[in-house]
Each structure stands twice: as C-alpha cells, then as structure tokens.
T-cell receptor, first 115, second 113 residues
C-alpha cells in the first residue's frame, strides 16, 4: 500500500470496548495523521504527530487516544467514550517540511463498525 | 486557522465534457494546494498539486489554477471519462503554525457515459 499500512481492514467493536487501529509507515516520514470519514462526508482530523513522543489533538479528538513511541508507528485507540465510532478511519504521513508543504500519503483505511 | 470551502458538492457531466471544481481558502500564508481523488471505499490519492509561486500546472487531462490575490484555486478535468467518477478533495497547507493540510468537504463527480 505505497509504504503506509493500516490494519485491520475491517474491525467490529462491541459496546463499551476499546479497540486499537494500527498504522505503520516505512517512508521515513516525520509527520503522521489520523482522519475519520463518515459516509458522504469529508475528512475530519482526529490527532496528528510531527515528531516521536509528541502529538496534538485535531478537531474531533474526544473519545480517541494515540501514541507515537516510534517514528514508523502511530496507533489509534477508539475508547468506549467515543459514542458513535462507526466510520472509515484513514492514517496518513508526510515529510516534515515545515513551511514547504508536502502531499500526504494515505493508508488504505480501516472500516470500524459497532455491533 | 485555515478554512477551505469547496464547490460544488456534486457534479454530473457527460463523457467527453469538461469538469471544474473550485476551492477558496482563508489563510494568505497557505503555500501548497494538493488535490486528491477518492474512489468508493478506497484511500484518497494525490492527483495534482500546486505551490504558491506558480499560477497553473497541467498533467495530461488535469490542470490546476491558483489565484493568490483572490485566494482561490480550481481543478479542471478535460475530456472526462467514466473512470474519472470519484470524490475529489482540495486542500491547503499553511506553514504558519499548524503544519497540516486543511481539506475541503469534497465534490462527488459523476461522468455519464
């Protein structure tokens, strides 16, 4: 998947359960991002990280948590506090290029469904 | 922060016709403007981008124009084909502080054979 891998492709969560979505990249990119996409909607930023051991909340961080212990990995945990987690989750990465801007490379996504 | 508006939200064209999608941005410090194509159930893929020091860029049937004064940029697709049917997202990158892309809400393009 072009250097950035998300797993699993499909995930089912029971009520009250925490689940973790994996995102791994081998592009040597510094910055990584998590987006949520609802049917027919745009991309909403959940969390982002521009350097190891540091991350920032995006527009809809409530009910989610992340970690960035390694440059290649940026897992997203959907906690039981997220009441409507059914959505398509996209991870992305980009070179750090502050001030220059670079396009994001996206993973193939994880489709999360509450059962 | 940056705000990106995208229009129209849906667009239907006959095969062979041209399609134009327009975006406006609010932050005059934004300096990079990519366009993404997302097919149903797939990940967004970068199709073309433009930097603020360039007014127009073309890649075969796709072109992007940028008007910095008016703070708007547009995607032009000529000789549309059924495989161009997808959702297209514009985005703007502000280097002043946030170091992230702000996306428009997307345009669903349908090319009618």
């Amino acid at each position: 998947d072009g250097g950035i891998t998300q797993s699993p492709k499909y995930l089912f969560r029971k009520e009250g359960q925490n689940v973790t979505l994996s995102c791994e990249q081998n592009l040597n990119h510094d910055a990584m991002y998590w987006y949520r996409q609802d049917p027919g909607q745009g991309l909403r930023l959940i969390y982002y990280s521009q350097i190891v051991n540091d991350f920032q909340k995006g527009d809809i961080a409530e009910g989610y948590s992340v970690s960035r212990e390694k440059k290649e990995s940026f897992p997203l945990t959907v906690t039981s506090a997220q009441k409507n987690p059914t959505a398509f989750y996209l991870c992305a990465s980009t070179p750090q290029g502050q001030g220059a801007g670079y396009g994001y490379t996206f993973g193939s996504g994880t489709r999360l469904t509450v059962v | 922060g940056e705000n990106v508006e995208q229009h129209p939200s849906t667009l239907s064209v006959q095969e062979g016709d041209s399609a134009v999608i327009k975006c406006t941005y609010s932050d005059s410090a934004s300096n990079y403007f990519p366009w993404y194509k997302q097919e149903l159930g797939k990940r967004p893929q970068l199709i073309i981008d433009i930097r603020s020091n360039v007014g127009e860029k073309k890649d075969q049937r796709i072109a992007v124009t940028l008007n910095k004064t008016a703070k708007h940029f547009s995607l032009h697709i000529t000789e549309t084909q059924p495989e161009d049917s997808a959702v297209y997202f514009c985005a703007a990158y502000s280097g002043a502080g946030s170091y992230q892309l702000t996306f428009g809400k997307g345009t669903k393009l349908s090319v009618i054979p």
